[in-house]
Protein backbone atom coordinates (compact mmCIF):
# COMPACT_ATOMS: atom_id res chain seq x y z
CA UNK A 1 0.00 0.00 0.00
CA UNK A 2 1.07 3.28 -0.92
CA UNK A 3 1.77 6.10 1.77
CA UNK A 4 0.96 9.50 1.76
CA UNK A 5 4.03 10.49 0.12
CA UNK A 6 3.96 7.98 -2.47
CA UNK A 7 0.53 8.84 -3.45
CA UNK A 8 1.51 12.99 -3.64
CA UNK A 9 4.32 12.08 -5.97
CA UNK A 10 1.62 9.66 -8.15
CA UNK A 11 -0.67 12.34 -8.43
CA UNK A 12 1.70 15.01 -9.46
CA UNK A 13 3.65 12.44 -11.62
CA UNK A 14 -0.50 11.92 -13.13
CA UNK A 15 -0.62 16.23 -13.91
CA UNK A 16 -2.17 17.23 -11.08
CA UNK A 17 -0.43 20.19 -9.60
CA UNK A 18 1.51 21.16 -6.45
CA UNK A 19 -1.59 22.00 -4.48
CA UNK A 20 -4.28 19.24 -5.38
CA UNK A 21 -1.64 16.90 -4.87
CA UNK A 22 -1.16 17.32 -0.91
CA UNK A 23 -4.80 17.97 -0.76
CA UNK A 24 -5.96 14.78 -2.32
CA UNK A 25 -2.85 13.50 0.23
CA UNK A 26 -4.56 14.25 2.82
CA UNK A 27 -8.20 13.30 2.20
CA UNK A 28 -8.40 10.49 4.36
CA UNK A 29 -7.91 13.07 7.50
CA UNK A 30 -9.63 16.25 5.32
CA UNK A 31 -12.89 14.56 4.85
CA UNK A 32 -12.45 15.97 1.03
CA UNK A 33 -13.28 13.81 -1.50
CA UNK A 34 -10.09 13.25 -4.29
CA UNK A 35 -12.68 15.22 -6.95
CA UNK A 36 -13.41 18.53 -4.24
CA UNK A 37 -9.22 17.95 -3.73
CA UNK A 38 -8.56 18.30 -7.37
CA UNK A 39 -11.15 21.22 -7.70
CA UNK A 40 -10.29 22.63 -4.92
CA UNK A 41 -6.99 23.19 -5.47
CA UNK A 42 -7.10 23.70 -9.33
CA UNK A 43 -6.63 27.50 -10.13
CA UNK A 44 -3.18 27.04 -7.14
CA UNK A 45 -0.94 26.05 -9.58
CA UNK A 46 2.07 27.56 -10.64
CA UNK A 47 1.23 30.01 -7.81
CA UNK A 48 -2.29 30.94 -8.78
CA UNK A 49 -0.76 31.21 -12.10
CA UNK A 50 1.22 34.33 -11.09
CA UNK A 51 4.27 32.62 -10.03
CA UNK A 52 3.91 33.68 -6.49
CA UNK A 53 3.03 31.64 -3.73
CA UNK A 54 4.41 28.12 -4.30
CA UNK A 55 1.03 25.98 -4.48
CA UNK A 56 2.58 23.51 -2.32
CA UNK A 57 2.15 25.73 0.95
CA UNK A 58 -1.09 26.96 -0.68
CA UNK A 59 -1.92 22.72 -0.57
CA UNK A 60 -0.13 22.50 3.06
CA UNK A 61 -1.96 25.60 4.08
CA UNK A 62 -4.98 24.55 3.11
CA UNK A 63 -4.10 21.07 4.70
CA UNK A 64 -3.43 22.67 7.74
CA UNK A 65 -6.69 24.76 7.93
CA UNK A 66 -9.03 21.61 7.01
CA UNK A 67 -7.15 19.85 10.07
CA UNK A 68 -8.11 22.62 12.74
CA UNK A 69 -11.57 23.13 12.17
CA UNK A 70 -12.97 26.46 12.73
CA UNK A 71 -14.53 26.62 15.66
CA UNK A 72 -17.85 28.72 15.33
CA UNK A 73 -18.21 30.16 18.84
CA UNK A 74 -14.64 31.53 18.75
CA UNK A 75 -14.24 32.28 15.21
CA UNK A 76 -11.28 34.97 15.75
CA UNK A 77 -9.00 32.99 18.26
CA UNK A 78 -9.76 30.01 15.24
CA UNK A 79 -8.56 32.75 12.50
CA UNK A 80 -5.60 33.69 15.00
CA UNK A 81 -4.88 29.94 15.54
CA UNK A 82 -4.70 28.76 11.47
CA UNK A 83 -3.18 31.87 10.71
CA UNK A 84 -0.67 30.97 13.37
CA UNK A 85 -0.20 27.71 12.10
CA UNK A 86 0.24 29.65 8.28
CA UNK A 87 2.89 31.44 9.33
CA UNK A 88 5.20 28.46 10.76
CA UNK A 89 4.28 26.54 8.05
CA UNK A 90 5.91 29.19 5.65
CA UNK A 91 8.77 29.86 8.47
CA UNK A 92 10.04 26.37 8.12
CA UNK A 93 9.45 26.18 4.11
CA UNK A 94 11.27 29.17 3.96
CA UNK A 95 14.18 28.04 5.85
CA UNK A 96 14.35 24.89 3.32
CA UNK A 97 14.43 26.29 0.40
CA UNK A 98 14.89 30.00 0.98
CA UNK A 99 11.94 31.36 -0.43
CA UNK A 100 7.88 30.88 -0.70
CA UNK A 101 7.42 32.32 -4.89
CA UNK A 102 6.97 29.64 -6.95
CA UNK A 103 9.02 31.45 -10.06
CA UNK A 104 12.14 31.90 -7.81
CA UNK A 105 11.75 28.17 -6.43
CA UNK A 106 11.80 26.66 -10.21
CA UNK A 107 14.50 28.75 -10.98
CA UNK A 108 16.65 27.66 -7.91
CA UNK A 109 18.65 24.64 -7.94
CA UNK A 110 16.32 22.68 -5.67
CA UNK A 111 17.77 19.33 -4.80
CA UNK A 112 16.94 16.63 -2.18
CA UNK A 113 19.26 16.98 0.63
CA UNK A 114 19.35 16.25 4.55
CA UNK A 115 17.19 19.46 4.63
CA UNK A 116 14.34 17.31 2.53
CA UNK A 117 15.08 14.02 3.91
CA UNK A 118 11.97 11.92 2.47
CA UNK A 119 12.43 13.66 -0.83
CA UNK A 120 16.21 12.40 -0.33
CA UNK A 121 14.94 8.74 0.60
CA UNK A 122 12.23 8.52 -2.08
CA UNK A 123 15.24 9.70 -4.32
CA UNK A 124 13.69 12.57 -5.53
CA UNK A 125 15.07 14.68 -8.64
CA UNK A 126 11.79 16.79 -9.62
CA UNK A 127 11.89 20.34 -7.96
CA UNK A 128 8.23 20.39 -7.81
CA UNK A 129 8.24 16.73 -6.36
CA UNK A 130 11.15 17.74 -3.53
CA UNK A 131 8.83 21.02 -2.90
CA UNK A 132 5.24 18.85 -2.26
CA UNK A 133 7.34 15.96 -0.31
CA UNK A 134 9.34 18.68 1.83
CA UNK A 135 5.78 20.48 2.09
CA UNK A 136 3.96 17.34 3.58
CA UNK A 137 7.42 16.44 5.84
CA UNK A 138 6.36 20.23 7.60
CA UNK A 139 2.95 19.53 7.74
CA UNK A 140 3.51 16.01 9.66
CA UNK A 141 6.10 18.11 11.80
CA UNK A 142 3.57 20.49 13.45
CA UNK A 143 0.86 17.70 13.72
CA UNK A 144 3.48 15.36 15.89
CA UNK A 145 3.62 18.39 17.98
CA UNK A 146 -0.03 19.47 18.29
CA UNK A 147 -0.47 15.62 18.91
Same mark, same amino acid.
Given at each position: ????? &????????????????? =?????? =????TE??? *??????????? %???????? #???? $????????? $?????? $????????? =???? *? %??? *?? &??????????? =????????? &??? $???????????? #??? #???ME #??????????
Amino acid at each position: MMNRF &EKAAEYHHKGFNCCQAI =LASYMD =LTGLTEQAS *FDMGGGFGAGA %QTGELCGA #ITGA $VMTLGLLTP $VDRDDP $VGSKRRTGA =LAKE *F %QKR *FR &ERFGELRCRPL =LKSAIQASD &ETP $VARDMGLTNRCD #ILI #ITAME #IIEEMRSEQA
